[in-house]
């Protein structure tokens, strides 16, 4: 049987209890998306840095709803800050990957292995930090739209 | 309790398990259970009845229409219209709710007329009058909530002033309170406008009677009363339907056809096009047969009984920890309560429960503009039919302390 435990991992508790990069950034020079899921109502909204070298320099998340979307969220600001704008849309498809969701219109097949990217560890030599625990949400269909809302908010953010 | 303590045994889906647990059913202001006489009702239209009506000379064909007319004059008599043919069928209360707007708006209304609606109401109860807005110019006007979770009627007279048509919930798929839909049709008529009522949550659960709430216009629909889903009702004063264009153009809606023209049926078949749903029909005549063995009166005194339960245990249970919104009074609500607990998101909350076998919805309950009103995105929410018990409410009250388990920081 599937457990809860396998859902609410420790560190996902503890992303959603502490969030990380939670606020705002000043809109211009930051850019800013926001994302609704209608089921819930729960919103994301991302602000984006991005330097003239196309880095990510700042970020900050905004919004509220379950643990599941605002953990991804925090978890994905730690992932995303200080790479590359090209890094971020390779986490996005391989985050997506990692839920199931292959998408072939991101630049790649959304396996791990054609984007150079290890889930499990840093293979490229990206750290992808606590993403893993949210592994278990595949096992719960309905929370993948959860996890992934702040994801599909950072691509249209990049794509602005 | 006043309903047969062996009822949940008439639905069949109650039987299951989920994650080892019995099913525990606390969706039903979502939609309902079907009971085994209503499953049947349906097999067997299809397995000795079913043909299409009002077409066929054949005795089969008018068996067919007696089944669909059969059943519209069951639904005719349980909430107490004047005649069934003011009973229009539809797909469900969405879509009479946008008959409604689409077909007395379009032919009543110019720009610049108001209709009244409330903060509480359903978005049937709001998006067909905000696309009429669009269409035609009219002016949209809004009953505020108060913190009771009641209508604040201070300001009706004001918001009344001029209007065209007052449009309330009777009962609200959120804080289950239940309105004073007699009185608010009195005021509405005194002032110049129409009464319509959403009874897509009263009818179900409460005594129904369309003449005495003086209404002129009810909406509700079969698959939260029993019946299958895929049939609704409008219910319309027969001045008001003759006087309304028709909705869809097609078969069954009209007299004669011809090259430069149509005229249309009789009402309700004009409000009817094509060829309808008639097992739903038959399926929602079995409901109402099915509740009217019950009774309505006992329907609502059990809720009432559970409600008052359910309230007691879960603050004597959870204490501060569990907010439950709307009247406080079990006798001027429903057995809808929305709730939150402690500061845990509502999906995580129905994700914990459901571990439990216990099904509540978590959401907005498509009652947005109410959700901001109560100041949150989202609540929980438990809601009750006749095959609830205490047992289930006790269930809840111990699920919930694996939510407090898993999130208490």
Redesign the interface.
């Known amino acids: 049987?599937i457990?809860?435990e396998d859902?609410?991992r420790e560190i996902i508790?503890d992303h959603y209890?502490t969030p990380r990069n939670r606020g705002e950034l000043e809109t211009p020079p930051a850019r800013r998306a926001e994302g609704f899921n209608p089921?819930?109502?729960?919103?994301i909204i991302v602000y984006l840095q991005v330097d003239d070298a196309g880095v990510i320099d700042d970020v900050a998340i905004g919004g509220?709803?379950?643990?599941?979307s605002?953990s991804s969220a925090s978890m994905m600001s730690v992932a995303i800050k200080g790479r590359t704008v090209e890094e971020a849309r390779k986490l996005i498809v391989a985050f997506k990957g990692l839920m199931s969701i292959h998408e072939t219109d991101i630049g790649g097949d959304g396996s791990e292995t054609a984007l150079g990217i290890d889930l499990e560890g840093t293979s490229d030599g990206m750290q992808l930090g606590d993403l893993e625990a949210l592994r278990g949400v595949v096992k719960?269909p309905i929370?993948i739209k959860?996890a992934t809302l702040s994801w599909n908010t950072l691509a249209q953010a990049l794509n602005d | 309790m006043t309903l047969r303590s062996n009822l949940k045994s008439d639905f069949p889906l109650l039987e299951q398990q989920f994650?080892?647990q019995q099913l525990v059913y606390l969706d039903s202001a979502n939609t309902s259970q079907k009971p085994r006489a209503v499953i049947d009702a349906m097999t067997c239209y299809y397995e000795t009845t079913n043909a299409n009506v009002h077409r066929g000379s054949y005795e089969l064909a008018v068996r067919a229409t007696g089944a669909l007319e059969g059943a519209r004059a069951k639904v005719g008599a349980f909430i107490n219209a004047a005649s069934s043919s003011e009973i229009v069928f539809t797909k469900n209360a969405t879509e009479s709710m946008n008959l409604l707007a689409h077909c007395w708006g379009e032919h009543s209304l110019t720009a610049g007329d108001a209709v009244v609606i409330t903060e509480m109401e359903h978005h049937a109860n709001i998006v067909p009058w905000h696309m009429l807005r669009a269409r035609k110019g009219i002016e949209l006007r809004w009953i505020p909530v108060d913190e009771s979770g009641h209508l604040d009627l201070s300001d009706l007279d004001r918001l009344l002033d001029g209007a065209k048509l007052l449009s309330v919930t009777a009962m609200s798929n959120v804080l289950g309170t239940l309105n004073p839909i007699a009185a608010l049709a009195e005021t509405a008529h005194d002032a110049g406008a129409l009464m319509a009522v959403d009874a897509s949550q009263y009818v179900p659960h409460v005594p129904t009677d369309v003449q005495a709430l003086g209404a002129d216009f009810l909406v509700f629909t079969g698959h939260k009363m029993l019946a299958p889903m895929g049939i609704g009702v409008l219910w319309a004063r027969a001045e008001h339907l003759e006087a309304m264009p028709p909705f869809l153009g097609g078969g069954e809606m009209i007299l004669n056809v011809t090259k430069d023209g149509f005229t249309t049926n009789d009402v309700p078949w004009k409000f009817e096009a094509g060829t309808p749903m008639v097992a739903e029909a038959v399926g929602l005549g079995a409901a109402v047969d099915y509740l009217s063995d019950l009774g309505m009166d006992n329907v609502r005194q059990h809720e009432v009984e559970l409600t008052a339960y359910a309230l007691r245990t879960l603050s004597e249970r959870h204490g501060d920890k569990i907010t439950v919104h709307g009247p406080a009074e079990p006798a001027e609500r429903g057995g809808v309560m929305s709730f939150a607990y402690g500061d845990v998101?509502?999906?995580?909350v129905a994700?914990?429960l459901d571990?439990s076998g216990i099904a509540v919805r978590?959401?907005?309950h498509c009652a947005?503009p109410l959700?901001d009103v109560l100041g949150t995105?989202?609540t929980s929410r438990a809601s009750l039919y006749v095959y609830n018990d205490k047992s289930d409410l006790d269930k809840l009250a111990d699920a919930l302390s694996?939510v407090d388990d898993?999130?208490s920081?």
């Open positions: 049987m457990g809860l859902l609410y508790l209890r089921l819930c109502g729960d919103e509220q709803g379950c643990s599941i605002q719960f929370r959860c | 994650h080892g998101h509502p999906h995580d994700q914990v571990q978590a959401g907005h947005k959700m995105s989202a694996a898993i999130f920081f």
